[in-house]
């Protein structure tokens, strides 16, 4: 070409080369493969509009994404692809372009991907794509036809699931572990379940025996009382007692003793119907609870329950043991407490009857309970006031009257100002365990006085306290004994303890080492009321004795009778012969005083002496001869 | 530049739009095409419609990338990716070195 055709060229280009260019620029954009346009804008200015321009906003979107994206053409192969995708997969970018979108998932899922590929179909669908690397990568790959400017192109998404797996697997992990801790707790509430059951049956069961405790029999008394009002027929209890129980125990163990209840459990829970309740009260206490006819009294169960305990009869090795047992039947409004406590009595009454019987409560024993309960109470208040009272009786010196100690005697002073005597109150003492708590009392202000008369008399003066079997058998007596001489700060010496004869004492070593051991302190012991009672002569044979008191009874009899004459002077032989001081109690006549004295006792007390007094008036002056009268 | 060329050898003007990966392309596969076709050598120039807005208008250039074949005649204008080889060829006049 010329350089004038070059001018002419570049100045305007022909008509039909325009025409040329029109026609490839048109069919070069329908077929999407251009890649921008160059337009004339005003006053020859040129633009060039690249196809990246346009649709910039929407490719930083893609590409930002985060989720991988691309474009694929009918063949599958990837046209485009954004950053995310390429990292996904673990491959370079450039990679990825021009090659098969099937070849970057799991082999066995490359046939069917170019299938669904093919159908042209919109869907969403779970595979496993391969990274370059070769490892797995759960995802989820959603396919889109898309109306690209090639129209054939389809629009994939690629997610990654692996977290997503990785969550639900351990949703699912966790949901296994609370399954089993559920099943855990299940097992922990029934395991707390099945305890509290054992619980409650442990608080409301004797141990030993497996019957029902006092608790649950009183529970069941309340509700059968309760039915009792309705239905009209009668409750009855049983209160049943072993005869000398603590005997066996004592001398066999308590492994003899826990055989033995449980063989009592036995035999009564055998003969009883199936709607009774035996119980195990306490030690060796059992209740029977029973519903009776109207009208009718327990007679043919009172005979069962006994008969079931004596024949055959109960025996521990060489012993055979025998029951007590109190009945009482409910009577309209009578409280559950009440009904036991009237069987209790009734069950006394059998053992004071002589044992190894039932007694039935009646109105005579009802009287009696309301009196004993009376006298309890009465007992109680003195003892937690005010209301001992000490006494002493002077003991004189036969020879020339002169007193050489005085005897202490309790009291109970009653609200009105009268004072009650022992036998009026003792049995109550002993039958409620109260005879402990006075003895203590009495000892301690006894000690007290021996100290005071000496001050005022000017010679020494002995106190003597009466002591029980009981209070030998059951109290820490050498205890109490010590700390009350040591709070008097009197002299072991002028302390004497009279054993009485109300009950039977178990002359047992415990016994011996206890009265020993007062010995020891310089305490003299003697035997009161001799000849009464069927075992002064065991106690003369066998505890350690340093005085005998002749029983008044011997001596206001002495000179009629020939008897009594004849007691006096065998105690009086006995204890010469042992030697043993000798005491007489309840002079009241010359004559008396005289012959005593004659026949060789030391000394003697007596209202010919004096009366017992208050500590006050002991020595308040010597008491003359003859000159008080009772 | 001379006249004094052979007849028949090519002569192409190549207009792109930068560097971008399209153009890139565009140059790549057009010059593979040629060095496998134009055993007696070719002309390409390459014009960056950025650069040379004037020969753009002149040669009424619209659509990037685009090649004008000047030489042999007659002028031949093809537009697009140039994907499609043997319509390359065609439009270049290579194919069996046929007269058009």
Not at chain 1, 249 to 273: I, K, M, P
Not at chain 1, 504 to 519: A, E, G, Y
């Amino acid at each position: 070409m010329t350089a004038d055709e070059d001018d002419r060229h570049q100045a305007t280009a022909p008509l039909e080369y325009r025409l040329a260019v029109a026609e490839e620029t048109v069919r070069a954009l329908l077929a999407g493969s251009v890649d921008a346009i160059v337009m004339n804008v005003e006053r020859g200015e040129q633009r060039v509009y690249t196809l990246e321009t346009e649709d910039r906003p929407y490719r930083r979107l893609v590409e930002r994404m985060s989720e991988g994206a691309a474009l694929v053409d009918a063949n599958g192969l990837i046209v485009y692809a954004n950053e995310r995708l390429a990292s996904l997969l673990g491959v370079p970018l450039e990679r990825l372009l021009g090659g098969p979108f099937s070849d970057w998932l799991d082999e066995p899922e490359r046939a069917p991907f170019i299938a669904q590929l093919a159908a042209g179909t919109s869907e969403h669908a779970e595979h496993t794509a391969r990274r370059l690397n070769g490892t797995g990568v759960p995802v989820l790959v959603g396919l889109n036809t898309t109306e690209g400017s090639s129209g054939s192109l389809r629009c994939l998404t690629v997610t990654d699931l692996s977290q997503q797996k990785a969550q639900q697997q351990q949703v699912r992990r966790l949901n296994a572990k609370l399954t089993e801790q559920v099943t855990e707790l299940h097992r922990i509430n029934s395991d707390l379940e099945d305890a509290e059951r054992l619980l409650t049956y442990r608080t409301l069961h004797d141990p030993l025996t497996g019957l029902p405790n006092r608790a649950l029999f009183v529970n069941r008394l309340e509700q059968s009382l309760a039915a009792a009002a309705r239905t009209g027929h009668p409750v009855a209890v049983a209160f049943i007692d072993l005869d000398d129980f603590k005997r066996v125990n004592d001398t066999l163990g308590h492994a003899a003793g826990d055989l033995l209840l449980q063989e009592v459990a036995g035999r009564l829970s055998a003969v009883v119907r199936p709607n009774d309740t035996v119980a195990r009260s306490a030690g060796d206490e059992f209740l029977v609870l029973t519903v009776g006819t109207p009208g009718g009294l327990p007679v043919a169960l009172a005979d069962r329950l006994l008969g079931a305990l004596h024949d055959p009869p109960l025996r521990v090795g060489a012993w055979t043991v025998t029951a007590s047992m109190g009945l009482a039947v409910s009577y309209e409004g009578v409280a559950p407490e009440q009904l036991l406590r009237e069987a209790d009595a009734a069950m006394y009454q059998a053992k004071r009857a002589g044992r190894a019987r039932w007694e039935l409560f009646g109105s005579r024993l009802r009287n009696e309970l309301r009196y004993r309960r009376t006298a309890e109470q009465r007992l109680r208040k003195a003892l937690a006031g005010d209301g001992v009272r000490v006494l002493y009786q002077p003991v004189v010196d036969l020879v020339d009257g002169q007193p050489v100690g005085a005897e202490a005697l309790v009291r109970l002073r009653q609200s009105h100002g009268g004072l009650l005597v022992p036998a009026t109150f003792m049995a109550t003492a002993e039958e409620c365990g109260l005879v402990l708590p006075l003895g203590q009392r009495v000892l301690e202000l006894a000690c007290e006085q021996p100290l005071r008369w000496e001050h005022k008399s000017g010679h020494p003066w002995y106190v003597s306290v009466n002591v029980s079997p009981r209070q030998l058998a059951e109290a820490d007596l050498v205890a109490e004994v010590t700390a009350a001489l040591a709070a008097a700060a009197l002299p072991g010496d002028q302390l004497r303890l009279e054993i009485t004869e109300s009950a039977l004492l178990d002359v047992d070593p415990r016994v011996m080492n206890i009265l020993d051991q007062m010995r020891a302190m310089g305490i003299r012991i003697g035997v009161d009321n001799f000849g009464t009672g069927y075992a002064s002569m065991a106690y003369v044979r066998r505890l350690p004795l340093d005085f005998i008191k002749i029983d008044q009874s011997f001596v206001s009899g002495m000179h009629d009778d020939v008897h009594d004459l004849a007691m006096v002077e065998a105690t009086l032989a006995l204890s010469h012969r042992l030697g043993l001081e000798s005491v007489a109690e309840g002079i009241e006549t010359e004559a008396q005083w005289h012959l005593l004295r004659d026949l060789g006792c030391d000394a003697g007390q007596g209202f010919l002496f004096a009366k017992p007094t208050t500590s006050g008036l002991v020595c308040a002056g010597q008491p003359a001869l003859g000159d008080q009268r009772p | 530049m001379t006249h004094e060329v052979a007849p028949d050898r090519l002569r192409l003007m190549l207009f792109i739009s930068g560097a971008s990966p399209a153009s890139t392309r565009a140059v790549r596969r057009l010059r593979d095409l040629c060095d496998r076709n134009c055993p007696d050598g070719y002309d390409l120039e390459i014009v960056d419609v950025y650069q040379q807005p004037a020969l753009v208008v002149s040669r009424g250039v619209v659509a990037v990338p685009t090649l004008i074949k000047d030489l042999p005649p007659p002028v031949r204008v093809l537009a697009g990716d140039f994907a499609d080889e043997s319509a390359v060829l065609t439009a270049l006049g290579l194919s069996g070195r046929t007269a058009d």
